[in-house]
């Protein structure tokens, strides 16, 4: 499930609407509809679009059984496609661990 914010809107995606499991600083369409025509954009405003390409195929290359962890493995993609050129360094990175009913959290700071 992806959640966003688009002007006074709350937009949800889900299931079909739903391609990858990943959201950058782009509108969600967007990002799937350049995604799937597999060119990054000239113009890509704090790399945004380069850092859902590279998010959206590791989602999509994840195996479980090749994994220790999938908390883990969801915490090193994120560390991968973080923003980190100042001022506009990631600040937060959220992991949902649905089967276990548990939020992780991680700042700039720890």
């Not at 990943?22 to 597999?38: D, F, H, R, V």
């Not at 990054?40 to 220790?68: C, G, H, L, M």
């Not at 980190?84 to 937060?92: E, L």
């Amino acid at each position: 499930m992806v959640f966003e914010f688009l002007g006074n809107d709350q937009v949800v995606h889900i299931k079909e609407k739903l391609k990858v499991k990943a959201l950058t600083n782009n509108p969600y369409s967007k990002s799937i509809e350049t995604w799937k025509a597999g060119t990054i954009p000239k113009e890509d405003k704090y790399i945004s679009f380069e850092r859902f390409f590279w998010a959206a195929d590791q989602v999509k290359k994840y195996a479980p059984q090749n994994e220790t962890s999938p908390v883990q493995y969801a915490f090193d993609l994120l560390k991968s496609v973080e923003h980190n050129i100042f001022p506009y360094n990631t600040q937060w990175s959220i992991v949902y661990d649905i089967a276990s009913l548990t939020i992780y959290f991680k700042t700039l700071n720890n």
